[in-house]
């Protein structure tokens, strides 16, 4: 059993950032991909962004340029910066794990099978 603990959710202003933590559990950590998801009130959960067992990074094309992904495999933590918010962002956001090996990436909800409970990040015009 993983757990996933996500951290660093508030509210902001437009234009400005946050970064959110996601600490996993396990001696493995590092063979995990480890994934940002967002929901927003009255939509289906969607794809942030990944990073990879090998630090490759994928992005939704909506956050490119403004969110970075990272991990640092010594903390058991994966990060997610995040610049030049857009109240657009408003969702809670979750971290995941996928255990499961395998190539990716993987940027379906149903591929991740460890979930953290989710933070919200709220941003004002």
């Known amino acids: 059993q993983v757990q996933v603990v996500e951290s660093g959710g508030g509210l902001v202003q437009a234009g400005g950032s946050l970064r959110l933590s996601c600490a996993a559990s396990g001696r493995a950590f590092s063979s995990y991909g480890m994934g940002w998801f967002r929901q927003a009130p009255g939509k289906e959960r969607e794809f942030v962004a990944l990073?990879?067992?090998?630090?490759?990074?994928y992005y939704l094309n909506s956050v490119k340029g403004r969110f970075t992904i990272s991990r640092d495999n010594a903390r058991n933590t994966v990060y997610l910066q995040m610049n030049s918010l857009k109240p657009e962002d408003t969702a809670v956001y979750y971290c995941?794990?996928?255990?499961?090996?395998?190539?990716?990436?993987?940027?379906?909800?149903?591929?991740?099978?460890?979930w953290g409970q989710g933070t919200q990040v709220t941003v004002s015009s």
């Open positions: 995941a794990a996928r255990t499961v090996p395998g190539s990716g990436p993987y940027s379906h909800v149903e591929e991740y099978n460890y």
């Open positions: 990073v990879w067992s090998g630090g490759s990074t």
